[in-house]
């Protein structure tokens, strides 16, 4: 928290991060050839393509346009909340560390695809840290339900998909930003 506000009338981080994955994900209507620039590619990692860590969140690799719908009301919704909770900063940690996580073990797990949901679900385990938290102005039964987020994480890791992780190290940033950051 730190001298800002964290409650924000237009949740304008979850907003730009939409605008920009749309803004992405809608540039396959005339090729491939952004999406193919910005997605997970282990071989151009591997050649120092180190942006592969981070732009696949610009671009949706769904073909559906219902999951991409479903994908981008969630992720509002995860966002939006996020910063009824944390400052900006404090927001863009989680954030960030779910990207690069979740696009880290997506270049093994599912290479050549890409999508934001990750680097929400980074946010996600930021607000399970915080309902976890004692004396959190939670309800007792969303203490227990974020408590569960992280034995599901695991296995949802060990399972192959890419947003257990995600989910974690979103956990573990905002737990350690709070514990660390004066108030």
């Given at each position: ?19 920009l ?13 952004v ?7 282990p ?9 592969r860590l ?6 949706q690799?769904?073909r ?7 994908v ?25 560390t779910g990207a ?72 573990v940033?905002a ?9």
């Amino acid at each position: 928290m730190a001298g800002e506000s964290r409650a924000h009338s237009f949740p304008l981080l979850t907003a730009a991060a939409l605008a920009l994955s749309a803004a992405g994900t809608l540039t396959r209507l005339a090729g491939t050839g952004v999406f193919d620039a910005l997605r997970r590619d282990p071989s151009g990692l591997r050649r120092g393509q180190l942006w592969r860590l981070i732009t696949p969140v610009l671009v949706q690799s769904d073909r559906s346009h219902v999951v991409v719908i479903e994908v981008f009301v969630l992720c509002a919704v995860v966002g939006a909340i996020g910063e009824r909770v944390f400052a900006r900063p404090e927001w863009l940690a989680p954030y960030l560390t779910g990207a690069l996580v979740g696009h880290g073990i997506g270049e093994a797990f599912q290479p050549y695809q890409s999508g934001m949901s990750v680097a929400f679900a980074g946010i996600l385990g930021g607000l399970a840290a915080e309902a976890s938290r004692p004396g959190a102005p939670v309800p007792k039964v969303l203490r227990v339900e974020a408590a569960l987020l992280i034995p599901l994480a695991i296995i949802d890791t060990a399972l192959r998909d890419i947003h257990g992780a995600p989910l974690l190290g979103g956990f573990v940033v905002a737990y350690l930003w709070r514990e660390l950051t004066p108030v």
